[in-house]
C-alpha cells in the first residue's frame, strides 16, 4: 500500500520574519510523504533571502505577481503533486502529527 502524498501550500508576503518558524515547524512532520511550495505573493522584503537555505527538491519556492492570498494558493496548487493538498498560511505552526 502506498502512502498518500501531500503538498503543502504555503502563500506569503512580506512575512520574512515569520516564515522560518512555519517552515521549521512543517519540516517537523512525524509523517514524510510530503513537499512544500511555497508561493511568494510579491513580497517586497526579504522573503527570498531568507528562504534560500531551505529550498531543495522537497521544498519549492514561485514568485507571483501580488493578487492576493486565494490567488497565491490557487497558484501553488497548479504546481502541486500531492495526492492531498493542504493550504497553510505564511505565520502558522504545524504540530508534528498535523499529516498522520
Same mark, same amino acid.
Given at each position: 500500500? %502506498? =502512502?498518500?502524498?501531500? =503538498?503543502?501550500?504555503?502563500?506569503?508576503? %512580506?512575512?520574512?520574519?515569520?516564515?522560518?518558524?512555519?517552515?521549521? =515547524?512543517?519540516?517537523?512532520?512525524h509523517y514524510k510523504n510530503y513537499e512544500i511550495i511555497i508561493v511568494d505573493d510579491g513580497s517586497t522584503d526579504n522573503t527570498l533571502t531568507v528562504l534560500q537555505p531551505f529550498l531543495?527538491?522537497?521544498?519549492?519556492?514561485?514568485?507571483?505577481? %501580488?493578487?492576493?492570498?486565494?490567488?497565491?494558493?490557487?497558484?501553488?496548487?497548479?504546481?502541486?503533486?500531492?495526492?492531498?493538498?493542504?493550504?497553510?498560511? =505564511?505565520?502558522?505552526?504545524?504540530?508534528? %502529527?498535523?499529516?498522520?
Open positions: 500500500m %502506498n =502512502s498518500p502524498f501531500f =503538498s503543502i501550500i504555503v502563500p506569503t508576503f %512580506n512575512r520574512a520574519h515569520l516564515i522560518t518558524k512555519t517552515i521549521n =515547524s512543517i519540516l517537523q512532520q531543495n527538491e522537497k521544498i519549492k519556492y514561485l514568485k507571483k505577481e %501580488n493578487a492576493e492570498r486565494a490567488a497565491a494558493r490557487n497558484y501553488g496548487t497548479l504546481h502541486a503533486k500531492g495526492d492531498y493538498i493542504n493550504w497553510f498560511d =505564511s505565520d502558522d505552526l504545524m504540530l508534528p %502529527n498535523h499529516l498522520e
